[in-house]
């Protein structure tokens, strides 16, 4: 359940995106930065499709060291979320057989 602390918290990063205007970069790194203790992740990655594959533009925590990583789409997780038209989550990257 989402407590009134989150829900202000995700106020203030609405706030802090609009505030980066048409900068589709910094909204990206803002989103990825403020995300992790949102929802209690290590790591957390924005992907843009690039062709056939799908490239982190964004990226921060354990996943920060792959900014620029491009991968196929098809036999990946968020190529998976666009072929289904759908939000799929992960909980474990390191045994979901989804994730490439």
């Known amino acids: 359940m989402t ?55 964004a990226t921060s925590g354990t996943i920060k060291k792959h900014l620029g990583l491009k991968i196929k789409r098809e036999g990946s997780l968020a190529g998976l979320c666009l072929a289904h038209g759908a939000i799929l989550r992960c909980d474990d990257t390191e045994i979901d057989d989804r994730v490439n």
């Open 3 to 57: 407590t009134q602390a989150q829900l202000l918290e995700i106020i203030k990063i609405q706030s802090d995106i609009a505030q980066q205007g048409l900068d589709l970069s910094g909204v990206m790194e803002l989103i990825v930065e403020r995300i992790l203790p949102l929802v209690d992740a290590d790591g957390a990655v924005i992907e843009l499709v690039e062709g056939d594959d799908m490239a982190y533009r």
